[in-house]
Every structure is written in structure tokens, then in C-alpha cells.
């Protein structure tokens, strides 16, 4: 079942066209900024977009402007688990690593202990209002969900087209606290 919804959300969200993915991503970003959560974390986990996802740049170039520190996953495929390093310069600490995906450059990762994060940026394939969701498949983001403190903030960035009416979960899935498309924001909680 979670197969054929990623597949579906995947092709919906592949035709749209980049001047829709960056508009939509900054009306998001904008929404995001309004949330007294985001603007009152210092140590932020955010994703680097890749194919078609909501746009994060502007949201890093934000927290980087805000001297915030900006913490970025990096995926270890051999345990399945995520890693952090604080990004300070995106122009130049990045390069397409595990999955196509922007990670950074070996002599610029700066591991970051996941405890001192207070607010977690989420990506996904398809979400439901009670917060669930469905990512690429590797579990990565459940399993680091469920290893931090329960009091932080979960916020996942989707474009409306990624909602749906209900997700499968099991009990190891962990829902997020909010989810912000260019329309709304859920409440999850």
C-alpha cells in the first residue's frame, strides 16, 4: 500500500514545473517563518531538497543570516541511520553524496550531537493530517526520530498534492507535530 502512494505522490510531484516547485516552496517558507517555534530555535535539522521536494535554501540561508546553527543529515546506508553536521557555507561544503543527495564534503563534516536540536525541518513523499508519513523507504528519518527527545519539534514541508486522507502506520512510524504546504498548516498533535 505505501508502495503505490509513493509512487502516485512521486509522479504527481515530478510534473510539476520549477518556477511552481520554487513558488510554492516560498510561500512555505514564509509560512515557516511565522512559527514562534522556528523563530526561537537556535540548533535547527533541516533537509537538503533533491527532486522535487519543498526548497530548503531559503530556509537555510535564513537561519544562517539569523546565526543559527543549521544541522543537516547525512545518511549512513550501511546502518540506516543519520548522522549530523552543522553546514556554515552551502556554496561551498556541498556535493551529491548517498542518493543524489547533497551532503557535505568530507573535510567540512562537523558532527553535531543529535540532543541539542530544538527543532527538526522534515521532508516526505506523502503525509496525512494526523501527521504520518511516507519518505523514500529507508526508515532513516523514523529510526532518528525515535532516538531524540520526544519535546522536539517536528515540522514537515509538503506542496498539497502530498496530502492525503490517511497514511498505514505501524508503531515504529513516528508522526510529525506539523505539516506546512503552501495552503495550510496541520496541527498534528
Known amino acids: 500500500m505505501k508502495k503505490i502512494i509513493r509512487e502516485e505522490i512521486l509522479k504527481k510531484r515530478k510534473a510539476l514545473s520549477s518556477n511552481e516547485i520554487t513558488r ?5 517558507f514564509h509560512k515557516l517563518k511565522t512559527f ?4 526561537n530555535a537556535e540548533n535547527v535539522m533541516v533537509y537538503l531538497d533533491f527532486r522535487n521536494e519543498v526548497k530548503t535554501n531559503k530556509i537555510i540561508d535564513d537561519l544562517l543570516e539569523e546565526n543559527k546553527n543549521v544541522l543537516i543529515p547525512i545518511s549512513i546506508p550501511k546502518t540506516r541511520e543519520m548522522i549530523l553536521s552543522q553546514l556554515l ?3 561551498k561544503e556541498l556535493v551529491k553524496g548517498t542518493y543524489g543527495i547533497l551532503e557535505p564534503k568530507k ?3 562537523r558532527k553535531v550531537n543529535p540532543e541539542i536540536v530544538d527543532l527538526i525541518i522534515v521532508p516526505g513523499v506523502a503525509f496525512d493530517p494526523r501527521g504520518y508519513r511516507i519518505g523514500y523507504g529507508g526508515g532513516y528519518y523514523d529510526r532518528f526520530l525515535d532516538k531524540i527527545s520526544k519535546n522536539v519539534l517536528s515540522i514537515a514541508l ?3 498534492l502530498q496530502i492525503i486522507d ?4 505501524d508503531s515504529f512510524d513516528k508522526p510529525v507535530d ?5 495552503t495550510k498548516i496541520f496541527s498534528c498533535k
Do not use: L, R, W
Not at 514562534?36 to 523563530?39: A, E, G, T
Open 24 to 28: 510554492k516552496s516560498d510561500k512555505i
Open 36 to 39: 514562534p517555534s522556528y523563530q
Open 89 to 91: 557555507d552551502p556554496k
Open 107 to 109: 573535510e567540512y563534516i
Open 158 to 160: 509538503a506542496f498539497d
Open 166 to 169: 490517511n497514511i498505514p502506520n
Open 178 to 182: 506539523y505539516i506546512i504546504t503552501e
